[in-house]
């Protein structure tokens, strides 16, 4: 069982920055699609960023310019860098992993416990 352990979130106000992170067990980690799902209040889960194996990386329209996802392999950890920060960025943020195919909103593997990220007006 892969076990996936979030760390990183705080309080910070808006336009400040944070940087999460996301260390996984198992020795076949650099082969996983990683991913960080939010969950906010109110609203539905959000897949903010994911990154292949290969490296390539997608991250949503509402955080795009703002949030960089990146891996470091012999870490088995993936990070999310998060600048210019939002009130609406307030959520738990959920690390992923999928260990074959395509990581979606929807299909993954395996999740973290979560990291509340907080940013005040």
């Known amino acids: 069982q892969v076990q996936l352990v979030e760390s990183g979130g705080g309080l910070v106000q808006t336009g400040g920055s944070l940087r999460l992170s996301c260390a996984a067990s198992?020795?076949?980690?650099?082969?996983?699609?990683m991913g960080w799902i939010r969950q906010a209040p109110g609203k539905q889960r959000e897949l903010v960023a994911r990154i292949t194996s290969a490296g390539n990386t997608n991250y949503a329209d509402s955080v795009k310019g703002r949030f960089t996802i990146s891996r470091d392999n012999a870490k088995n950890t993936v990070y999310l860098q998060m600048n210019s920060l939002k009130p609406s960025d307030t959520a738990v943020y959920y690390c992923a992993a999928r260990e074959i195919g395509v990581l979606t909103i929807f299909v993954y593997d395996y999740w973290g416990q979560g990291t509340q990220v907080t940013v005040s007006s």
């Open positions: 198992g020795r076949t980690f650099s082969s996983y699609a």
